[in-house]
C-alpha cells in the first residue's frame, strides 16, 4: 500500500505571529506615527509635557473623527469630497437658527443633525441611481453647501460669520458635551472632542470587525457586482456610509462650535482631502475593499502631532504643509513596507 506523504493543506496552516501583526492595515500608520512622537519628543522640550500634549490631541480628534468616517467609505470603495464643508455647513445651521431666529438650542442641533443627514442621504442616493463616481457627485455637492454657507448665510444675518453663541440660551446646557475640557494637571488640559474621537474609533472597528455591516462594506468596496450576487444590500449599504460621513461632519461642526463660540462660512472647507489622506496613510486603499479605523485614526494622529509639533519647534509655518506632505507621504512609503516584509515573511 503506498504511503505517500500529503503535503499539508495551506488554508490551515499557522502563520508566524510577526507576520499576522504586520499585515493589519493600521501597523505601518502606527509604526509612522510612534516615530513622529518619537522626533518631537527628542527634538523639542514642550511636546510630550502636560500643556503640549493637549494641542496635538486636540488637532488630531478632530481630524480623527471624520477620518475614521471616511475610512469606511473608502473601504466601501467610495469617496466624499463634501465631508470639510459639511462641518461648517452644520455649525452654520445651530448658528443662524439660534442667533437670528431664537430657535431652541437644542432643537437647532437636531435640525442641523437631520439637514446633515439628509445630504448624506442623497449623496449615496444619486451615486447609486445615477452610477457617476462619487469623487464628482460630492464634488457638487461640495460647490452647493459651500454656495450656501457663503451666499445664503450672508443674506440672511447679512455677514459669513457668526460669534456670541455663548450668550445664545442654553449654550451652557450643551457645550459640555462637545466642546468641555477636562485638566490633567502641569496647567495642561484635554478636550472631550478626543473622548467622542475614540469612542467613534471603537465603534467604527467593532462594526468592520464584528457585525454583518462590516462583513457588506468590505464586499461592497472589493466586489460590488459580486456582493450583490450574493444578497448583500449594496444600495442600503453605500447610502448608510454616505450619511455615516455626514454624521461624523455634523458631530465635528459640532464639537468646533461650541468649543470656540464662533463659526464661519469657511469653516471646514479644503480639509477633505486630509481626510482621505489621513484614511490612506491608515492603510485604506484608494480601490476600496481594504482598510482600518484604527488606522484612519493613527493617519489623525500623525497629522496633529506633526501640526502641532512645528509650532512647538519654532519652525518657520511657511514649510507647514511641505512638511506635512513629506511626513505622510513618509507614511505611506512606511505603510507599504512594513506590508511588503509582512507578505515576504510567509
Known sequence: MS??????DERVASSPWLATILRRPEMGALVAAIAVMAFFSLYTDSFMTARGVGPWLESASTFGIMAVAVSLLMIGGEFDLSAGVMTGF???IVGVLTTHYGLSIWLAVVIALVLALAVGALNGFLVMK????SFIVTLGTF???QGIDLALVKAII????IQGMSKVPGYDSIQPIFGHSFGIGGGGYIYISVVWWVLVTAIATWVLLRTRFGNWIFSVGGAQNSARQVGV???RTKVGLFMTTAFAGWLVGMVSLFRTSTVGSNTGVGQEFIYIICAVVGGCLLTGGYGSAVGAAFGA????MTYQGIIAAGWDSNWLKTFLGVMLLGAV????WVRERAEASL
Open 3 to 8: 504511503t505517500a506523504t500529503k503535503a499539508p
Open 158 to 161: 447679512g455677514q459669513v460669520q
Open 333 to 336: 512609503f512606511v505603510n507599504n
Open 143 to 145: 460647490f452647493v453647501l
Open 301 to 304: 494622529l500623525i497629522y496633529g
Open 90 to 92: 452644520s455649525a452654520l
Open 130 to 133: 445615477t452610477g457617476l463616481p
Open 233 to 235: 444590500p449594496v444600495f
